[in-house]
Each structure stands twice: as C-alpha cells, then as structure tokens.
C-alpha cells in the first residue's frame, strides 16, 4: 500500500496507471488517513485507507474498460431494474433498491464521472438519470445478432430499427431524437408512419417495405420484453399498426433483353473490370441473385451425378434458395476460370458499378426497377420462352412453388432436366464460345 506522510500525517496517495490518467483526470489519488504519522500507526493507517485503496482500483479497472462496453452494461442494469420494481423482485424491499440498481451503485459515483471526459461523462450520466430510459437502439446489435443469421435481413432489421426507434416532430422536414425505452407508445409508433406519408411520392417508401419495418420493430419489441429488459405491461404498437394507404406499392423489377445485358457487360469488359463480367456472365447463365452470386468461389462446385454444379450458399434469401445446386453452363465454363476465382463479399462493390453503368447504358436504366436483378427475369423469361417447364425453372433459380402437389408434396426436379434447361439458356447466348477476347480472366 502506498502511504506518504504530510504535515505529520498519514496520506494514502497510489498513482493512476499511465494508460487511464486521461479518464481518471489525474496521475494520483490522495487522501488523508487522519492517523498520525509514525511506526506504531501505520497498520492503523493502512485498515484506514483499505477500503478507499478499493474503491480506486475499482475506478481504475472501470476506466480501462471499452467505453461502449460500459454505456451497454448501465443501459442493460437501468432497463432489469425497471423491469424487477414491475416484478416485485427486490434485492431489499425496504430501501426499494433492485438488484440491477445495487449493481448500478459502482457506476453512480461522482468522484469517477467527474473524472471522465465531458462527452464520455454526459453519456453515461444520461444513461443513468434520464426519466426516457436507456434509448431504445441500445440493444439493437444484441437483437440482430439473436436473430438473423442472413446478412441481408440483419442489415434491413438495423435499419428498419434505427429509423423507428426515434420520435418524430414536424413532418417529414422536421427534427428527430432518440427515442428511450420508457417512450415506447401508439402514438410515437404512428407519428413514423405520418413522417414517411409526409415525404414526397417520389421518396416515399413501397407498403411492403414499411410492414417489413413495422415487422422489425414488432419482433425487436417483443425480444426486449423476453429478454427482461422492457416492462411486461408496455404495450407493443407496432404489432397490428395500420399503415396508411398512401404508401405506394411496390414496383416489380422489369426483365431485360439478351441485348441490354451484353452490352452492359461489353462496358464492363471494356472497363477492365473482370470482376463485373464474372458477374453478369454468372447471372445470365444461373439465374442467381447479387448475393448469391457474391458468395460463389472455387471452393462452391461439386461434381453431383458426373454434372458440375455451383452449391449455393446455405443463408440464401429463401428456403427454396438454400443450399440448391446449379448446374455450370458450357458457355461460363469457358468465360470463367472455374479452378481460381473468388467473389464472395464483393455482391456490394459489384452491384454499385453495375448500376452505374447501367444508367449510362440503357436507355431506362436511371429505373430502380432494372438492375442486377432484372437479369434473373431474363432467365426466367428466356426459359419460359424455350419450353422449360415451371418446376424445373423454379428449381434452377431457386423460387418457392406454391401448388400442394410440386410445393409440399415433392422432392424437387432431377438434377438431369435442370442441367438441361442451363443447357438452352446455354444455346440461345451464343456469345463467349471459343473465342479468346471474350474469355475473363480474374485476377487472382
């Protein structure tokens, strides 16, 4: 134990590890024991000081912790404390106190948010002392990591709750704040609805995408209250919102002719970019999604049954999507180096490219409705237009059938008439052949 003598007096006085004295605001601690300084008094000193020699190490061990870190562990104990008073779950029923709230003791001391730098401080006094609550986003990361597997539906599920989980005032050019745990209600609920019924026609969002969001919030909701971190007794207002009829519907992508596609490949190609090409040349021949297609490598074909075949990925967007195999057209083979590629989490990069491209390209192509995923209606359509029947198609591109007898009753169509309608996409794109200059080269 550190003690130094002043004025005849005992101090206990430890110093403050080098790496937090710009959290703790200060190389030392000090203070006096009021002991008498001698050898007969210092084990008197010493049980003296024990107790605050704690309480700093404690302040020490708090500030090399990761700010997010601590800002997670208040927000978790304020919220299980709001939900124990509603329980009757008193770790001493005469103070009131909860357990969450005697475990909240150690972050409550002035000494250590003074302490702390200004912004770092607010935070968490605001954590610990707004009537609001712990805002609603602060557990958002821990709901999405719960729930979702697929990427794509975690990232809709982070947004689709950061934008709802705010109250709104003045309209869709109005101001916004984050919404606490303890303002979760109908009204705020409905007045994000009257915020995205307020945009303009043009920037508002599609029906099926806000009852996605409502979706969201609902679930998240939910989780929180089994999660005891949301009072049983608040009511979910997102479950059964109403949604105005303003809201537009959605737009079906549009499909695009063997015409479109090429020449926005041919752009690419032109580019350099053999990165792009791979991905249409794979799109055009499978039928696969962006993300499908930027999980592919070298490491996805099997050789099922003599036939070489793309394995897509296991968290595709459906579970008619998962884990299908696609057979490899002739034509790719010879586009694509089938022994050294790798595109996986390069569906983003790829995509934003494509559609700049395609804006330049297409007449139309500025349209949300033609994209990337407008190739995959000119499979479908190139398929239909050739006598593919609508199992056999629904197989290769991975689409739910919803009649009882092929949807629920069978086992899905021959890998042998799959590998056959890959072989007439294959005959009505005669481009790539054996002709060198169309063959794309990744680069390793």
Known sequence: MSLTTRDGIFYAQPSV??????????????????????????????????????EWRRLIDLARQEPDTVANEIAVLKAKAAVERE?????????????????????????????????????????????????????????????????????????????????????????????????????????WMRVEEAKQPAERRALKTMQKAVGFMSEYIFWLQDQRLLVDSAVNPYKGLRLPKTFKKAEGYLPVSLEEVLAVREAAAANGDSELVAFIDIGRYTGMRIAEVGALSSESIETVDGIQCFRVKLDAKTQASRGRLVPIAEGLK???????????????????????????IWVDGSKRTKCFHSIRKFVVTALEQNGVTE??????????????????????SALGDIAKAVAMLDAVQPVGGDDPSNVVRLRG
Do not use: C
């Open 334 to 360: 010879r586009l694509l180096p089938l022994h050294n590629f790798d595109l996986r989490r390069r569906e983003n990069a790829a995509g934003k490219r494509f559609g700049r491209l395609k804006e330049e």
């Open 87 to 191: 329980l009757g779950d008193f770790a001493d029923e005469r103070s009131g106190y909860t357990h969450a709230d005697a475990a909240l003791d150690k972050y409550e001391d002035q000494d250590w948010l003074e302490g702390l730098p200004p912004a770092q401080a607010k935070q968490y006094a605001t954590l610990l002392w707004d009537r609001r609550g712990p805002p609603l986003v602060q557990f958002v990361e821990r709901f999405v990591e719960a729930r979702y597997e697929n990427k794509k539906t975690a990232d809709d599920a982070r947004r689709a709750i950061k934008d709802g989980a705010r109250i709104w005032s003045g309209g869709a050019t109005g101001t916004s704040r984050p919404m606490g745990l303890n303002e979760i209600n109908r009204e705020n609920a409905r007045a």
């Open 17 to 54: 590890p080098p790496e937090v004295r710009h959290i703790i605001g200060k190389s030392n601690f000090r203070r006096s024991t009021g002991v008498r300084a001698g050898k007969a008094n210092r084990i008197e000193a010493m049980a003296t000081a024990a107790p605050w020699l704690k």
């Open 391 to 412: 199992g056999v198609t629904a197989d290769l591109v991975g689409h739910k059938k919803d009649t009882i007898t092929y949807g629920v009753y069978s086992g899905g």
